[in-house]
Every structure is written in structure tokens, then in C-alpha cells.
């Protein structure tokens, strides 16, 4: 009966920090898509989170079991998709049309993957991604600022406080 009630409570603690992630896009039907994380930026060691083959109707579902908030990424062909996880939290995103990356870029030395925060459907208020891309929005509109000599200190102490 112990061993019953243990393994009990092992399974629904580790239902607890599971996430899903779901979607859909039909541009991806039939393709493999993998969601990864970087643990450590010196050796850029890449753990696969889940692996899940996209339906014919475009649906999909990752289930990830988090402890903490972490980066996830999913290669897109010429994007490289990023999703916050957070413990316990579920996401619906939506997946820009798949574009394969060209021969031609792949034999280019300088190509890189676009980085692109994923979009989301009904995204809470204080999700972390909504005040991620918040603030990117908010960096980027003093960084053309910047660029264009249309800098007041008003500007800066905003895009600080935020």
C-alpha cells in the first residue's frame, strides 16, 4: 500500500510542472518539429524538451515537464522559433509559414536562422513572453530613436522603467 501511495504522488508531482504547448499550422503537416532548450551559453550544450510529428490538419502538441522558467526553441526551417516556458503554464502558438532554408544559404558561412518570439493565442496579462516582447517593442522604438538623434531624457527614463 506504501509503495502504491509513493508512486501515487511521484506521478501527480510530476504532472504538475508538465506544460503543453499546442497549435496548429498547416504549412507544417508531416514534418518533424523539436523543441529544444540551451542550457549553458559557453558550450551551447542543446537538450531536446519533446519531439512531436505535425497532423495532417496541422495540429500539434510538446508536452515538457519544467521545474523553472526556461528558453524554448524550435528550428522552423529559416526561423528559429522562441517560446518562455513557464512551470505549470499551457500555450497555444501559431507558427509562421514554413520557408526552407535555400541551398544557397545553407552554403553560406555567414547565414544565420532568424530569431523570432513565437505568437501566441490568449496570452494571460502578466505572462512573461507578453512582457518580453513589451519590452522589445519598447527597446526597439528608442533604438530607431537613437539612431535617428531623436533622443530626450524623458525617452531613456521610460524604456528604463519598463
Known sequence: MRKLLVI?????????????ITGVAPS?????????????GWGATRETLDT????EDGSFTFEVNVD????G??????????????KGKDYSINLPLRKEVSRKQRLNPYFKQ?????SFNNLPEGDINRTIAD????????????????????????????
Open 135 to 162: 519590452f522589445e517593442d519598447t527597446f526597439d522604438s528608442v533604438w530607431v530613436d537613437i539612431n535617428k538623434n531623436i533622443v530626450t531624457t524623458e525617452k531613456i527614463d521610460s524604456a528604463m522603467t519598463y
Open 68 to 71: 523553472k522558467t526556461i528558453q
Open 28 to 40: 507544417y503537416a508531416g514534418k518533424t518539429l523539436v523543441l529544444s532548450t540551451v542550457h549553458d
Open 8 to 20: 501515487t504522488y511521484l506521478f501527480a508531482s510530476l504532472s504538475l510542472f508538465a506544460s503543453q
Open 114 to 118: 532568424q530569431t523570432l518570439l513565437l
Open 73 to 86: 526553441q524550435i528550428n522552423l526551417g529559416l526561423y528559429n522559433g522562441v517560446i518562455y516556458i513557464e
Open 52 to 55: 512531436c510529428t505535425v497532423a
